[in-house]
């Protein structure tokens, strides 16, 4: 094993390694500014001051203002509070997703429906994009929420959300529109205006800050009823003591992210397609389960026939490196992943796929080594399981 | 939680064991003390077929006390006592809190009494008849019978009385180091677990191997071996956990071996290699959680071929039990909710499509010719086992 390449992390869309910067001002919030935000003395100032900045850094990255963050325990809580508490306060009986979201939205979806609401899958097409066109059909007057997610956390497939968001804006200006942006945090340009979204998920861990904190942003006009009740925190949309370090160590995890993301954007993408033809032009027998187009620079899905693809990762993480087999939320439900199988991959090449996750720390040294071990691991399994 | 004073322990069978008693009943002592030892301090002491168990300071805590004593091997009865005064009146309250506990009401009781000390000046009998004449009027609902009562009332006065109405069974069994050592042959499964907690409560102590096939199985499959192995450890005391890494040898008999004899001749080698270590550590059998017929590698014959590649005797104290009476002893034992845990173990790789349900022993050893350096693959396995001590 080359010793100079001894952790090379491949799985940043499961979670990222944290700044350091961020690490020591989350430290510095749980050993200094310990206080509580509501307090009404120097330490709570002191620490509802934290509170603030990091809201302003936060807003500036998706071109919102400060008022309209609110902080959540991370992005299943923000997809939660934005799909139930968004339903909760408007009327319609009509929902529209699609059917390769997140399990924190499917799960609060299928909440929903058991409630009686009624909720439509749009199916994605063979790319795992969204077709607008359907969608547009699919709208109806009643539809109180579109929920979408921006970047599939499987595949790295970038949904229309700006057109939806027209479509929705010019057909139906009363229906809420939220967007999951966990995995496009960071990875995209994000713009409320232009997205014309009532709500939008957020996710610190995965822009290499803190765990256990996310945000959601909530339109100014936009109608929201709390789902947990409590001490009228956050305006009471999301009550109970803030997450001062974590909240902390995000803002500043969202600042640093956003310094010459466009830069770390085309490195990120270099690295993807290199990766992606060091896989194609050394193994046979695979496929890629990231669309050329529309896709987000970290992400690429692969599988490997005749491969069993956590004995793949394990034979990876052997020589150093870490990524994901399918997805890491759903690596401990059994069965196959509902997102390729969606996009119509065959089972045997399911059970082969691996996602690939970049972060901007990812290094060309690092993905020339990942091929080469992919090479040498992908003859030595194939030899056993094709028999 | 109940208050407790002071608990008493019973055995049954090692009363039993004539001039050897001794030996039995210290065994138990030492087992009894160094489980305890690591929640608190407590005396432990014996008098008349009677383990006490006391606390020596505020910290002991005699409820977390109770639950560990409920799993070790050699107790029959556990008694949790409350101590009082040695009069009447305080005897009669303490009953009653004792009989509250127990909702008493429509339910038969008696009173049994021991008078250790003389200088009381009911005797025994009288004792009983005052006692039980007190709480008949006391406590609402109660009756009497002296041939099958549904709660028994015991006093003993000795230095304090001691008033106890509850006896809990205890994990039974020997105490564990009075019969010699055995090497348990761990997977992550349900049964392995059993196997070990049966034995072990013969006075067996446990050695563990477990054979770890990274890459084809995760880390996590090693994690959930070590907390069985913890699991387990609660009833049977230290346990040693050698975990042997087995990829190669299972790559090299995937190779070179036909594809229906894979987890016959999988199975053979890691019982030689159970067997090694079983030699190196003074273990002097082996255990395993075969039942007969559960599955394709457990026929009658397949076991008659695997048994074949050792020496050593093996226990397989499920041998005749049905799955469900398995289950029943591992939720039993809190080792079934991290069994079913669904990282794989190395048996569930590689399982051959048509695997021989009766396999040919002749066949099976002429196959496993092919493995011509089996020995020093086998060799190097076990020096580079990592060794684990259990607690």
Redesign the interface.
């Known amino acids: 094993m080359n010793s100079a390449l001894e952790t090379v992390y491949l799985d940043n869309s499961a979670t990222t390694r944290v700044y350091s910067e961020s690490a020591a001002l989350a430290l510095d919030a749980m050993c200094s500014s310990y206080g509580n935000p509501s307090s009404l003395h120097r330490k709570g100032i002191e620490a509802e001051k934290l509170i603030k900045k990091a809201k302003e850094q936060i807003a500036v990255t998706i071109k919102a203002s400060p008022a309209e963050i609110y902080f959540t325990s991370g992005g299943t809580e923000a997809d939660n509070l934005a799909i139930i508490g968004g339903c909760n306060a408007n009327r319609g009986n009509h929902i529209l997703s699609s059917n390769v979201e997140h399990p924190a939205v499917m799960s609060a979806l299928q909440q929903l429906e058991k409630k009686g609401y009624i909720v439509e899958y749009i199916p994605v097409q063979k790319n795992g994009i969204i077709d607008t066109a359907r969608f547009s059909k699919m709208l109806r007057k009643d539809t109180v929420l579109v929920t979408c997610m921006f970047v599939n956390n499987e595949t790295g497939a970038v949904q229309p959300v700006e057109s939806m968001g027209k479509i929705i804006k010019k057909t139906n200006p009363g229906t809420l529109f939220h967007i999951d942006a966990v995995q496009a945090y960071g990875k995209l340009p994000i713009d409320v205006g232009s997205l014309n979204a009532d709500f939008i998920s957020l996710s610190s861990h995965k822009i290499h800050g803190p765990k256990g904190v996310g945000a959601l942003y909530v339109r100014s006009k936009s109608k929201l009823l709390p789902v947990q009740f409590g001490g009228g925190q956050q305006n009471g949309i999301r009550p109970g003591t803030e997450n001062v370090p974590g909240i902390a160590g995000f803002g500043l995890a969202a600042e640093m992210c956003h310094n010459n993301m466009n830069q770390k954007i085309e490195k990120m993408e270099y690295l993807k397609q290199r990766l992606k033809n060091g896989i194609l032009n050394n193994i046979g027998d695979v496929l890629i389960n990231t669309p050329d187009a529309n896709a987000a620079p970290h992400i690429l899905n692969v599988s490997f026939a005749y491969v069993k693809s956590?004995?793949l990762?394990?034979?990876l993480?052997?020589d150093g490196i870490y990524v994901s087999s399918g997805s890491a939320c759903s690596s401990?439900k059994?069965g196959p992943s509902y997102v390729l199988s969606a996009l119509g991959v065959d089972r045997k090449m399911i059970d082969g796929s691996i996602r690939f996750s970049l972060s901007e720390f990812t290094t060309e040294k690092e993905i020339d080594y990942t091929v080469e071990r992919l090479v040498e691991n992908v003859k030595n399994i194939r030899k056993?399981m094709k028999? | 939680m109940q208050k407790i004073d002071l608990i008493l322990l019973k055995y049954g069978e090692i009363a039993l064991k004539g001039l050897n008693k001794p030996i039995f009943e210290r065994k138990l002592l030492d087992n009894i003390k160094s489980r305890l030892d690591k929640i608190g301090k407590f005396s432990v002491r014996r008098a008349q077929s009677t383990v006490y168990v006391e606390p020596l300071d505020d910290a002991a805590d005699m409820n977390q006390a109770l639950k560990i004593l409920k799993k070790i091997f050699g107790i029959v009865n556990i008694c949790p006592v409350v101590k009082c005064e040695k009069n009447m009146e305080s005897i009669a309250k303490t009953a009653q809190e004792c009989l509250s506990g127990l909702d008493p009401s429509g339910k038969s009781f008696k009173v049994e009494a021991k008078r250790e000390d003389k200088k009381f000046p009911l005797n025994s009998p009288q004792l009983c008849m005052e006692l039980g004449g007190i709480l008949l009027d006391r406590v609402e609902g109660l009756r009497v019978d002296v041939h099958n009562p549904e709660i028994v009332v015991n006093v003993e006065i000795r230095g304090e009385a001691y008033v106890y109405t509850q006896k809990i069974k205890g994990a039974g069994g020997m105490p564990v180091g009075t019969n010699g050592k055995a090497t348990l042959l761990l997977s992550g499964g349900i049964d392995s677990p059993v196997a070990g907690y049966m034995i072990a409560k013969r006075g067996v102590e446990i050695e563990a191997v477990h054979f770890h096939s990274h890459p084809y199985t995760s880390d996590r499959a090693k994690e959930k071996v070590i907390d069985l192995a913890k699991e387990v450890s609660q009833y049977c005391g230290k346990i040693k956990l050698h975990i042997v890494p087995f990829t190669e040898i299972q790559l090299a008999i995937i190779e070179k071996c036909p594809e229906n004899y894979l987890t016959i001749i999988m199975r053979r080698i890691m019982m030689q290699i159970a067997e090694k270590v079983s030699r190196q550590n003074g273990s002097a059998a082996l255990i395993t959680g075969e039942s007969i017929g559960q599955v394709a590698s457990q026929t009658m014959e397949s076991l008659v071929c695997t048994d074949n590649a050792v020496e050593m005797p093996v226990f397989r104290p499920l041998i005749g039990m049905d799955k469900e009476e398995i289950v029943t002893i591992s939720k039993k034992i809190e080792t079934y909710e991290t069994s079913i845990l669904p990282y794989e173990d190395c048996c569930t790789i590689f399982v051959p499509k048509h695997p021989k349900t009766k396999p040919d022993l002749a066949e099976i050893i002429e196959a496993e010719k092919a493995l011509d350096d089996i020995e020093e693959m086998i060799e190097k396995a076990i020096s580079e086992e990592e060794v684990l001590v259990i607690k």
């Open positions: 956590e004995v990762l394990h034979s993480e052997n401990h059994k056993l028999r």
